[in-house]
Antibody, heavy 117, light 107 residues
């Protein structure tokens, strides 16, 4: 199992960015997939999950601005981030839930998103 | 939202000694709790899930206990490679929430 994120970078406040998480070793549509972020020097914050096909959940801090999706043909998870704020600056990890529970058994290496003018 | 708290914020332990980390939930999460270890510049790694089940490949010196609102992660004999941040996470209710973490230092 491997997860590789991409798409991070520097974006201005109010801008948009789409993160990707390419999966290998398993079928991304068969498992619950989440995004978790970590602001510089801070702890972990769960952002969003997609499961059971296309059911999604979001943290209140990103609801209405971020959208999670996945593409079975590319075996890739996405996070579309709109109306970005300075507070969204963080390393974004994709993670798979495993062991038949919601705990995250595999993580990507993360991609840094910096929101700044 | 379920608020997770962890104590202590920092723990300094000598090699070979026991380390005990605590995690508390603001309401019951049953046994829907995981522990993660994170070293600088790395992604988190799951240690325990369902409060007390060791994840694949995790050394037996790591153990978890608790249910409801109070949980403990114990490292029975601390090794130098255990220096890291440790986070608990509940997955009983949306949104999933993490504790603020405990930093374990080696004396």
């Amino acid at each position: 199992v491997q997860l590789v994120e991409s798409g991070g970078g520097l974006v201005q406040p109010g801008g948009s960015l789409r993160l990707s998480c390419a999966a290998s070793g398993f079928t991304i549509t068969s498992d619950h997939m989440s995004w978790v972020r970590q602001a510089p020097g801070k702890g972990l914050e769960w952002v969003s999950v997609i499961y059971d096909g296309a059911i999604t959940q979001y943290s209140d801090s990103v609801k209405g601005r971020f959208s999670i999706s996945r593409d079975s043909s590319k075996n890739t998870l996405y996070l579309q981030m709109n109306s970005l704020r300075a507070a969204d600056t963080a390393v974004y990890f994709c993670a798979r839930s495993g062991y038949g529970v919601w705990a995250f058994d595999h993580w990507g290496q993360g991609t840094l998103v910096t929101v700044s003018a | 939202e379920i608020v997770m708290t962890q104590s202590p914020a920092t723990l300094s332990v000598s090699p070979g000694e026991r380390a005990t980390l605590s995690c508390r939930a603001s309401q019951s999460v049953s046994s829907d709790l995981a522990w993660y270890q994170q070293k600088p510049g790395q992604a988190p790694r799951v240690l325990m899930y369902s409060a007390s089940t060791r994840a694949t490949g995790i050394p037996v010196r790591f153990s978890g206990s608790g249910s409801g609102t109070d949980f403990t992660l114990t490292i029975s004999s601390l090794q130098s490679e255990d220096s890291a941040h440790y986070y608990c996470q509940q997955y009983n209710n949306w949104p999933f929430t993490f504790g603020p973490g405990t930093k374990v230092d080696i004396k």
